[in-house]
Every structure is written in structure tokens, then in C-alpha cells.
């Protein structure tokens, strides 16, 4: 039985073999994977990826969007949203001194979360999550805001600054039309976020109003795990060895009840599943890895076979959980993830949050480990 049909209006009850699809909008529908076990294990009667055209051999029966988002009405691709490092314009002072400055607009705009399932967004730069924002220990950092959304927006950085640069209601709100210069030092370094931090807090953000800050560490300030910091360091001959990866958990209210009826990895649910994030085996992977699901206190991160290394906030160089394969965040918190596929055969890996009714509504994804 379902917990709460309430938060499950996207899956179907299915309750004999075979699967049911519930559409909520046209061409929408999530296939239950309840009474799948009784179905063709490698396709057959019952499989259907319809417009999708992607998926994992013998996962045909679990949940599945029938269809696929056209992600270039979105203005944005899930998979680029992986690995597309906003890095802004470096310039240097008379110091020598590097400040690094992003422009960075509200938009509103609606998002195509699932085929034909429009949600009004409210967004940094059109997409969700806003851009990821990468930067280096020690620069200064300058943010100008841009609210060209018809409601009051600010950009609230997790951080260390000033109160003045707080993006809080009484310190760098900006209403539509308006402007504001956020600057401050890039410290501590870590896997970080920003969001907006207008009232209503909730809405803001379950609207899409957030996005990853990752501060990558300076080596030369880190004489005691130089190697480690080297390899964190963008660009870095020691970071091309790695493969690294943004993942922004979070959901969608699609009907403003304030409980979430999608959950997904990157905003649209299973584009992993459909589409299975490439991985190489002789190259280690590092997960960026944020949690903003608004409405939930606590999302998971759980990979199949294998074990990781787990580092809080990625605020130290060594790590804080030692060989893991599952890991809990509060809305919030974030932290970097790194594994090592080397002795893996080659195939299809699971990844998903560890709340059964998460993975359902759209938090399940694959890792094609080649």
C-alpha cells in the first residue's frame, strides 16, 4: 500500500502484474513498479519507453517517464548541468590579487519537468539549479545580481562575508528592475550553495531559486595535503585525473499543497535512468553533491555496488565517512563524494536516494561504467 496517495499522485497503483500508468498531464505518466517483478525480465510484453528511446536493459517495468522533455525549450540538459563549471571572468589587481566576477539574472520562466508537465518557475540565469558557480580559495569574489523576475529576489551565498552581504530581506534584497553587487573572499573552501532568501523562504526555493558554490582549495595554503588540494583544484594536472560531477538533489511541488510530487537528481526525474551517466574506470569519480529538497527534512544518496568516501560540507582533505555507500543530507547540506570504479566490471551501476518514495517519483539514476 502507499503511505500517502496524497504525494503520490504521479505513480500508478498497479495492483496486479503488469504496470498502470497514471498521466496527470497529457503525455505524462510514471510507471509503478509495483507488480513489475511478475513482468519479462529484458523487454517483451509490457515494455514501454515510448518517446524516451533510452533506458537499462531489463529495467523496463520500473518507473519510467513516458516521453521526453524537450530540453531545448528548457534551455538547459541535465548532462550539462554535470560537469558545465561557471568559472565567471578572472582579472588582477596591482596586488596581484585575482577577483572573479559572474553576472546572474532571475528569471521566470516555466520549466518542463516531465513531457508536457509546465511549473512556473522562478530561476537564476533560466535554469534549475542556477549555475555552479566555481571559484579558488583566497580571490575575491564579485556577484552582480540582475532581478529581472516580477517578484523580490536576492542571492544568499553559504559562507563566510559580511552581514551586509547576507541576501537576507534587510541586507541585498533586489526588486524587479533592481541591482545588487554581492563581493566577498572565497573561504572556506568546500562544496557550498546559494538560493534565494526571500519571504516566503519556502516557495523561493522549492520555485528553483538555488544553485552549487564549490571554492576549490589554494594548494599553497594547504602545505599538509598538497597533493589533495591539487587534485580539487580546477585545471590542475592532478584534477584531470579526476572526473567530477554536480548532482543537486531536489523536488517540485507541482501542485502547491507544500509536499513535493517530483524528486529527481538535477530537476528532471530519471534522466539518469533514461540516459546513464558515463563513467570511466581509470579515472576516480568526485560527486559534488548538494541537497535543496524543500518540504523534506532529509534526502539520501545510495550507490549499488560499490563503497565511497564521504567528505561533510568538502570543508576538509580528508575525509569525514570512510567507505560508505549511503549518505544523508538535511536541506542544505552538501558535501563531496569520491569513488573509485578501477576494479568494476563494465556495466550499468544504480544511484538513487534511499527513500523508496524519492526513487519512485524520480530520484533514480544509473552510472554506465565503461
Not at 177 to 188: L, N, R, S, V
Not at 301 to 330: E, K
Not at 331 to 347: A, C, F, K, Y
Request: net charge negative; charged share 20%.
Amino acid at each position: 500500500m502507499l503511505a500517502n496517495p496524497k504525494r503520490r499522485l504521479l505513480l500508478g497503483a498497479g495492483a496486479v502484474a503488469g504496470a498502470i500508468a497514471t498521466p496527470i498531464a497529457a503525455g505524462f505518466a510514471v510507471r509503478s513498479a509495483v507488480g513489475q517483478a511478475h513482468g519479462p525480465a529484458h523487454g517483451g510484453a509490457g515494455t514501454t519507453h515510448a518517446a524516451a528511446g533510452h533506458g537499462i536493459p531489463g529495467m523496463e517495468g520500473d518507473n519510467l517517464i513516458v516521453g521526453a522533455v524537450d530540453h531545448a525549450r528548457n534551455g538547459f540538459n541535465p548532462h550539462d548541468i554535470l560537469t558545465d563549471w561557471d568559472v565567471g571572468e578572472v582579472s588582477t589587481g596591482p596586488d596581484g590579487r585575482r577577483t572573479r566576477e559572474w553576472v546572474v539574472t532571475a528569471v521566470d520562466k516555466e520549466v518542463e519537468l516531465a513531457p508536457e508537465l509546465m511549473f512556473p518557475a522562478w530561476t537564476f540565469n533560466g535554469r534549475i539549479p542556477g549555475p555552479t558557480l566555481r571559484c579558488t580559495e583566497g580571490e575575491r569574489l564579485r556577484i552582480v545580481f540582475n532581478n529581472g523576475s516580477a517578484h523580490p529576489h536576492s542571492m544568499h551565498f553559504h559562507g563566510i562575508h559580511s552581514w551586509r552581504m547576507d541576501g537576507v530581506p534587510y541586507a541585498g534584497l533586489v526588486q524587479p528592475g533592481g541591482q545588487f553587487i554581492y563581493e566577498f573572499d572565497a573561504k572556506p573552501f568546500g562544496c557550498h550553495l546559494y538560493h534565494c532568501h526571500a519571504l516566503p523562504l519556502k516557495r523561493h526555493i522549492h520555485k528553483g531559486m538555488y544553485g552549487a558554490f564549490i571554492v576549490d582549495p589554494d594548494p599553497a595554503r594547504h602545505p599538509e595535503a598538497t597533493a589533495v588540494a591539487e587534485s580539487r583544484l580546477l585545471g590542475s594536472a592532478r584534477n584531470a585525473e579526476w572526473q567530477e560531477i554536480m548532482i543537486c538533489m531536489n523536488a517540485f511541488d507541482t501542485n502547491f499543497d507544500d509536499e513535493n510530487e517530483i524528486y529527481a537528481a538535477n530537476t528532471i526525474p530519471f534522466a539518469y535512468q533514461q540516459k546513464p551517466i558515463r563513467v570511466e574506470r581509470g579515472r576516480k569519480l568526485r560527486i559534488y553533491l548538494v541537497n535543496i529538497t524543500e518540504f523534506d527534512p532529509v534526502n539520501s544518496f545510495h550507490v549499488h555496488g560499490n563503497f565511497f568516501d564521504y567528505y561533510d560540507h568538502g570543508t576538509t582533505l580528508t575525509p569525514t565517512l570512510r567507505v560508505v555507500d549511503t549518505i544523508m543530507q538535511c536541506q542544505g547540506q552538501r558535501g563531496i563524494i569520491e569513488m573509485d570504479w578501477s576494479e568494476h566490471e563494465p556495466g550499468h551501476y544504480m544511484f538513487h536516494a534511499h527513500q523508496s518514495e524519492f526513487a519512485e517519483l524520480g530520484w533514480m539514476s544509473h552510472f554506465e561504467v565503461v
